[in-house]
């Protein structure tokens, strides 16, 4: 098992679900689902017209990535081959991507927004610690991937949360990812490593969510959503892709259904396609579709 996947994975589920991230229309889903895949699909708006939802992705081609990718990207470049993290070097590294003149152009969300504020405003003093907003949304959990593909230990994931996120359900959210990747790792079943991962979580109501999650079975994502929730918030998304991942059968499944299920399918995806992409490998087809890996390849091999 490579923790690499759970990295690799992350980061082509994001690009997987960008074409109709944000669209909030089950039948229009369903409409778009009977014409053709709707992995990779290219954004556009005509899929959005006089539907629920917000159409963030004008002018991305099909294989690019939302903010919540780069945002998980960029951490690979804090962490150190040894399992060693870098506070300030993820700070700078997020600068660079979205603030001004940074790499990123596109949607930038509420996290990205009030993130950049606060480090691009820092004076000689360096960046702010923490420099996080108080908001309990699906960014909170984009330094997982890497800090678990890197080896990092536990106590490395407080401090990355805390540089885009300052708040309870934020960082019990992403405790409960970064656990269940380590039970996978540690020889868990899929079932028994989200169900523990639920026990564990700092959160008890989400904690609860989540461990209803997996006992919903088989894989009905609609109902899921329409249980938990569609929105960005992590007492939302989190227990839609813990539901996911306990009855996939296989990584393509798991993003299908993610991006099916629709709302925030790019938040979701960070925590379905690590998990996905830990304990059933990232076909090599969909990651040759996945613009920002073939972009930074000399980045990721840091994680072979």
């Known amino acids: 098992m490579k923790k690499q996947n759970a990295l690799i994975g992350a980061l082509v589920a994001d690009a997987a679900a960008l074409g ?8 229009r889903l369903d409409q778009i689902a009977k014409a053709g895949p709707v992995l990779f699909r290219r954004p556009d708006p005509a899929d959005f017209k006089d539907a629920q939802g917000y159409f963030a992705h004008a002018g991305k081609p099909a294989g690019d990535s939302s903010q919540y990718g780069h945002s998980c990207l960029l951490v690979g470049r804090a962490v150190g081959s040894d399992g060693s993290y870098d506070r300030a070097a993820h700070q700078n590294s997020y600068l660079q991507v979205f603030g001004p003149g940074g790499s990123w ?12 504020v606060k480090l691009a405003g820092a004076g000689a003093d360096g ?9 309990d949304q699906l960014p909170a959990i984009a330094a997982v991937p890497a800090l678990f593909a890197a080896g990092c230990q536990r106590s490395a994931l407080d401090a990355a949360v805390a540089v885009t996120n300052i708040n309870a359900d934020a960082a019990a959210a992403a405790a409960a990812l970064f656990a269940a990747l380590s039970a996978v790792a540690a020889g868990k079943d899929a ?15 989400m904690g609860k969510s989540l461990a209803e999650a997996v006992q919903m079975q088989p894989l009905e994502v609609r109902a899921a959503a329409e249980r938990f929730g569609m929105s960005c918030r992590v007492s939302h998304g989190m227990p839609v892709a813990w539901h996911i991942v306990a009855n996939a059968a296989n990584f393509e499944q798991a993003l299908e259904a993610n991006t099916i ?3 925030d399918s790019c938040g979701r995806a960070l925590a379905v396609g690590a998990l996905a992409g830990l304990i059933f490998g990232v076909p090599d087809d969909l990651v040759a579709k996945t613009r920002i890996i073939a972009a930074n390849q000399q980045l990721l091999a840091k994680f072979a």
């Open 20 to 27: 109709l991230h944000w669209l909030y229309e089950p039948a």
């Open 127 to 135: 960046y702010p610690d923490p420099s996080g907003i108080d908001d």
């Open 105 to 116: 152009v596109g949607y930038a969300d509420k996290v990205n927004r009030g993130v950049v």
């Open 261 to 263: 299920a629709g709302g």
């Open 191 to 205: 079932a028994g490593a989200l169900s523990d991962a639920a026990e564990q979580c700092p959160a008890p109501e």
